[in-house]
């Protein structure tokens, strides 16, 4: 099983919302920073969202400012993506990732552990 599990994406109409889910499987999600990535078809992962492991620090792409909100419950282990006012270019397989994720920055470096992703899809 990965380490982590992400849940809630589906196909919502341009304009809906949808929050997403990251569970940790196995480690503590308290002790790391988080980050949410996507990738499109035939395009390049991208950061979307991170937060630190206290939750005081968050940094968002320019594509997800004043649309998404990363935060985190500890005590329930999970981080959630909620992502209003979706658009047809949201449209991708969305995958959280821990351990060594630069926040601010929303940057993996070597050893980050991923989730297989869920997929959002933005179409009427």
């Known amino acids: 099983q990965p380490p982590l599990v992400e849940s809630g994406g589906g196909l919502v109409q341009p304009g809906g919302s949808l929050r997403l889910s990251c569970t940790g499987s196995g480690f503590n999600l308290a002790n790391y920073n988080i980050g949410w990535f996507r990738q499109a078809p035939g395009k390049e992962r991208e950061g979307v969202a991170c937060?630190?492991?206290?939750?005081?620090?968050?940094d968002y792409s320019d594509a997800a400012k004043g649309r998404f909100t990363i935060s985190r419950d500890n005590a329930k282990n999970t981080i959630y993506l909620q992502m209003n006012s979706l658009k047809p270019d949201d449209t991708a397989v969305y995958s959280c990732a821990a351990r060594f994720i630069r926040c601010p920055g929303i940057q993996t470096m070597a050893g980050t552990d991923w989730g297989v992703g869920t997929l959002v899809t933005v179409s009427s």
């Open positions: 937060i630190s492991s206290g939750g005081g620090t968050t």
